[in-house]
């Protein structure tokens, strides 16, 4: 409980819902769905972000509960000390991510470390805490952040396709592992959205990027949300380890 919490039977009841990466961007607009059913949203993001304060106030103000939990995802001791404090968890969205365009020959071991270490043990770290509350619980859903880049592959950007690949196939296994214990586990994988991390790449990539989709445009971080929000619920209790395509028609698989 927060300072100046009072009980609420109906509100202390709801879902718990872990979202990383909450600062900005994907991961807000996924909070901000989770605030509106009144769930208790912990939200994460890096403790050198601001953003957090200022989304706990747009939390709160929809009724909602919510929690902030600092960490970089990147580092294994904070997220455990982060678990230390939650004792139950409904659902977790693995979301944080980080984007940088560089040809492969021009990729330091450090860039290339980050990349893997934010998305891939981020996703990882939390996972594993995750796994541990929701199986004692018998009940959990995972949604994971992945990218069409990790399906399709992309110049410039071979350290993040890889780093979404490896995303993609620890869902799947993650999903197999965790079934029986009543956990479900899937992906989404988003086309290009509208977010400060794309807005970061300039006007002309927006309108190459929104060209290469049959819908011929980028999608909206709420159009992300609503994947996320329908994959964690008992609405999509039958569906486990499924990468679904949020992304203008530009990946079709079948
Ligand atoms: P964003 O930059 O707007 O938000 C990302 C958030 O993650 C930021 O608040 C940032 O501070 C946080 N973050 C970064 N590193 C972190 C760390 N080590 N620990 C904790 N928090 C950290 O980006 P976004 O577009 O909202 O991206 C969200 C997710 O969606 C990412 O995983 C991204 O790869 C994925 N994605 C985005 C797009 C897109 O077009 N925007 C497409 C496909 C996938």
Redesign the pocket.
């Known amino acids: 409980m927060q300072p100046g919490d009072s009980f609420d039977p109906a509100r202390d009841r709801a879902m718990t819902c872990l979202v ?8 807000r607009a996924i909070a901000l769905a989770f605030a509106r059913e009144r769930a208790h949203v912990i939200v ?3 403790p050198s ?1 601001a ?1 957090l304060d200022e989304l706990r106030k747009d939390i709160e103000a929809l009724g909602a509960r919510c929690t902030l939990a600092a ?4 580092d294994a001791a904070s997220v455990r000390g982060l678990f230390a404090d939650i004792e139950r968890l409904d659902v977790l969205v693995n ?5 940088r365009e560089a040809p492969v020959t021009e990729i330091s071991d450090s860039e290339w470390d980050r990349m893997i270490k ?2 891939l043990y ?1 996703a990882f770290y939390f996972s594993r805490e995750a796994a541990r509350l929701m199986q004692k619980q018998r009940r959990g859903a995972i949604v994971n ?5 990790g399906q399709l592959g992309c110049e410039n950007l071979s350290h ?1 396709s890889a780093a ?1 690949g490896g995303i993609i196939a620890f869902t799947k296994s993650l999903a197999r592992e965790l079934a029986p214990h009543g956990v479900r586990v899937n992906a989404v ?10 807005e970061a790449l300039g006007a002309r990539y927006i309108e190459e990027e929104a060209a290469r989709y049959p819908l011929k445009r ?1 999608g909206t ?1 709420e159009e ?1 949300a609503q994947a996320v929000r329908f994959l964690s619920s008992d609405a999509a209790s039958f569906i486990t380890g499924q990468i679904v395509g949020v992304n203008g028609g530009g990946v079709m698989n079948g």
Not at 71 to 74: G, S
């Open positions: 990383t990466g909450a600062g900005s961007g994907i991961g994460n993001d890096l972000s953003a960490a970089d995802v990147a979301n944080a991510g980080i984007l934010v998305h981020g952040i992945a990218s069409d880049l993040y979404k994988a988003p086309g290009g959205v509208l977010t400060p991390m794309v980028l971080p992300i």
